[in-house]
């Protein structure tokens, strides 16, 4: 506890006695200050014990005196120490008047009492309280070390709890709540999930403070009784934070909880800088397990998994591909860090093992069919494409997953993880082409294939096989183009097709032999029927 007006006036040496404001003697005394001026109010800071003689005061006069007290409470000034038989044998009665009036604490200072003698007892009484909180905060954080080492973070919030004596809680890189302590603390984490969201936006090492009325013990919601003062405080020592740590209390914390508070960040830091190191281990793992299962060896693949990945390879999984243009350009960053974190949060969360793995530009990752990881990718991509769609920024960094493009494949076993490898990259190169962020394999059987025409390359190879039809045409000799579209379309009926022309079947005929000889291809072999068909297709999607 700091020094007090009580504990000054009760310190045996300084024979201090109480004239006025006797009801607030246990308001702390940041320190002892000496000043003779009539307005010392400038050089005050509040929270301090003014030490007076009144040279140059005129101590008698009522209103001055009353003007001269109100000045100081105002100012935040907790008690007036006054030295009697030095310019006033006893303390004027306007004086005592004007502090009883005002509720200021005033303290009448024996002649054999030298104001350095209360300078230095309240020096040292602050002294000894940061003493005192300094040892305190060792002790705190060899417990939170303890704990920490024995229970993991569960233990240290547990800890933490109890030295600040409030409520702890740790959010992963999602802003999801994964412990609290006490249990019924989880509830009220829960509500601040919108806070912890706009601070992992702000560059580690971040916090911020909120406040409002919080959950009582049985985890109610609060009826204004329960109201707290939370602290976030951001973990990781990345660009961008990996998790989160709020801390409730009745009020500001005072030096010893500080420390327990900062001993807590710190060790929650190793452990999440520890978690990245292991978590870089077993991408390592990961990429070698792939690397087996796409060159068709599963058997290996299991073996050198073990239980890393649970039963991911013993179950139907998806093959997720994902690939941004603009890679190369986040040197300083992952440019899949928004997919990863929605994919390996929803799993974390549903107890299901994912395997991901980055490969230079791409992000490879394999997620159990129908599992909550590959929803959560779903749902991400869904809320990014919207977003570009509304022509806003993505759910993550601000325009950091522009150009991020997602395959995913059909539900596959480890068996035929090559081949879900491969339609994970079909579905990838259509969204590319479709100006989409995601597209399924699924979706590619069920709809249509002309889409695809759209493609340059199909374009390119269109023109170059119809262009000596067009430049026929161009010359007014026929209508060779119209002619060969109307008869593949009718599937090679001649008077159906002549029909839809307005033609007589024959001159259909003479047109489809020209159309033979200027190709040099035959019309009867069905491959060139279906180029053509496809060629005509893309050119009218232009």
Not at 254 to 263: D, M, N, P
Not at 266 to 284: D, F, I, K, N, Y
Not at 382 to 406: N, W, Y
């Amino acid at each position: 506890m700091p020094p007090t007006l009580a504990s000054l006036v009760h310190h045996s040496a300084l024979k201090l006695t109480v004239r006025a404001g006797e009801g607030r003697l246990d308001v702390p005394v940041r320190w002892a200050h000496v000043s003779e001026l009539a307005d010392p109010v400038p050089y005050m800071e509040g929270g301090e014990l003014l030490l007076i003689t009144a040279l140059k005061l005129d101590a008698e006069d009522p209103e001055a005196m009353r003007r001269y007290v109100r000045r100081l409470a105002k100012a935040g000034v907790v008690g007036l120490g006054f030295a009697v038989g030095v310019n006033y044998e006893e303390i004027p009665k306007a004086l005592v008047d004007a502090a009883e009036e005002e509720g200021l604490p005033l303290l009448e200072v024996p002649r054999r009492t030298p104001f350095l003698a209360i300078s230095k007892a309240v020096s040292a009484a602050i002294s000894a309280d940061q003493y005192r909180a300094v040892t305190a905060g060792f002790a705190a954080q060899r417990e939170l070390t303890r704990q920490a080492l024995t229970d993991g973070p569960e233990g240290l919030l547990r800890a933490l709890a109890a030295q600040v004596d409030g409520w702890a809680a740790l959010y992963d890189a999602s802003g999801a709540v994964v412990a609290a302590a006490p249990e019924w603390a989880g509830r009220r984490a829960a509500r601040l999930t919108a806070e912890v969201e706009r601070l992992r936006e702000r560059p580690a090492p971040a916090s911020a403070v909120a406040g409002g009325s919080g959950s009582g013990p049985d985890g109610s919601a609060g009826d204004g009784r329960h109201d707290d003062r939370v602290e976030l405080h951001s973990l990781g020592t990345g660009r961008r934070p990996r998790a989160a740590l709020a801390v409730g209390t009745a009020s500001a914390p005072g030096t010893a909880e500080r420390y327990a508070v900062h001993s807590a960040i710190a060790l929650l830091t190793l452990t999440t800088e520890r978690s990245r190191s292991l978590h870089a281990a077993q991408q390592r793992i990961g990429a070698a397990v792939l690397r087996m299962l796409l060159a068709g060896e599963p058997d290996h693949a299991r073996a050198v998994a073990g239980d890393l990945y649970g039963g991911l390879l013993d179950a139907p999984f998806r093959v997720i591909v994902a690939d941004s243009a603009t890679a190369a350009a986040h040197a300083g960053g992952d440019p899949f860090d928004g997919l990863t974190e929605a994919v390996e949060s929803a799993a974390a969360r549903a107890g299901e093992a994912v395997l991901v793995v980055p490969e230079g530009e791409r992000l490879v990752a394999l997620v159990t069919d129908g599992g909550a990881a590959v929803a959560a990718g779903t749902r991400y991509a869904a809320a990014l494409e919207a977003a570009r769609a509304a022509g806003g920024v993505g759910p993550s960094d601000a325009g950091e997953e522009d150009g991020l493009v997602v395959g995913l494949s059909a539900p596959a076993g480890p068996i035929a993880a090559a081949a879900a490898y491969k339609q994970a990259e079909q579905a990838l190169s259509v969204a590319r082409r479709r100006g989409r962020i995601l597209v399924e394999h699924e979706q590619l059987a069920a709809g249509s294939v002309l889409p695809l025409l759209a493609d340059d390359a199909v374009k390119a190879f269109a023109d170059g096989l119809l262009r000596a039809l067009h430049e026929h045409d161009a010359t007014g000799r026929g209508d060779l183009v119209a002619s060969l579209r109307a008869w593949l379309s009718r599937h090679g009926q001649w008077d159906a097709a002549a029909a839809d022309l307005g033609v007589h079947r024959h001159t259909l005929r003479y047109r489809m032999r020209r159309v033979e000889e200027i190709l040099g291809r035959s019309l009867d072999d069905p491959d060139v029927r279906m180029e053509l068909w496809l060629a005509l297709k893309a050119t009218s999607a232009e």
